[in-house]
């Protein structure tokens, strides 16, 4: 049973598009949210975190925004530049438990 | 940043031979070590929790008798595939969780790609 799912395998945007990668999870129980960006033999880079506490939490380029009623997050990257080409995973904890990954996005950006 | 050291980057082995996987985290404590493997075009999958001093909890199907994990150190945590095989070839990932609380990120070493002939 996959409790966090990335629908969509792949998204290509223009350099200086707004990137949107989308994340839903299962588990209500859920209560710390993590983005990380991955590039090929590297390992993940975390990139931006949420506590269900809050809906929204920016980071220069990048903002995570929550919606628990729809068990949805969301990672946008305003501007994309061709260097924000990765694979994306969103993952998800409860109480500090441990982390459950989504199977990445890969975006790409095109210059 | 925080950063995670992991070593070796690329193993070839023989079937049988015991393989140590080494992971530090450099400029940080980390009381809590997770180890990954990661099946090619799937996701990370948590394989064990290393606590220091304490036990690793193993999740559910992993073999602890086949992978050995000890943490001794705040900042070091080692992993051995013991008499590997070639179904134990993939890639495998360490993280480490700063001090400080369950909302602190993890933060990943590079992996570790190994390769049983």
């Known amino acids: 049973d996959q409790q966090v799912k990335q629908n969509s395998p792949s998204l290509s945007v223009q350099e200086g598009r707004i990137s949107i990668l989308n994340c839903d999870y299962t588990?209500?129980?859920?209560?710390?949210f993590l983005w990380y960006k991955k590039y090929p033999a590297e390992g993940p880079t975390f990139l931006i975190s949420?506590?269900?506490?809050?809906d929204k939490n920016e980071d220069g380029r990048f903002t995570v925004f929550l919606n628990k009623s729809a068990k949805h997050l969301s990672l946008h990257i305003v501007p994309s530049q061709p260097g924000d080409s990765a694979v994306y995973f969103c993952?998800?904890?409860?109480?500090?438990?441990?982390?459950?990954f989504g199977a990445g996005t890969i975006l790409r950006v095109k210059s | 940043g925080a950063v995670v050291s992991q070593h070796p980057s690329w193993v070839i082995c023989k079937s049988g031979t015991s393989v140590k996987i080494e992971c530090r985290s450099l400029?940080?404590?980390?009381?809590?070590m997770f180890w990954y493997r990661q099946f090619p075009k799937q996701s990370l999958m948590l394989m064990a929790t290393?606590?220091?001093?304490?036990?690793?909890?193993?999740e559910q199907g992993v073999e602890k008798d086949k992978f050995l994990i000890n943490h001794a150190s705040l900042t070091l945590s080692t992993l051995t595939v013991t008499s590997a095989h070639p179904e134990d070839s993939s890639f495998y990932i360490c993280?480490?969780?700063?001090?400080?609380?369950?909302?602190?990120?993890?933060?990943f070493g590079d992996g570790t790609r190994l390769s049983i002939l």
């Open positions: 993280s480490a969780r700063e001090t400080g609380g369950w909302d602190q990120p993890q933060h």
């Open positions: 588990n209500s129980m859920f209560d710390y």
């Open positions: 949420i506590s269900s506490i809050k």
């Open positions: 993952a998800a904890s409860a109480a500090g438990n441990k982390l459950v």
């Open positions: 400029d940080f404590q980390a009381t809590t």
């Open positions: 290393s606590n220091e001093g304490s036990k690793a909890t193993y």
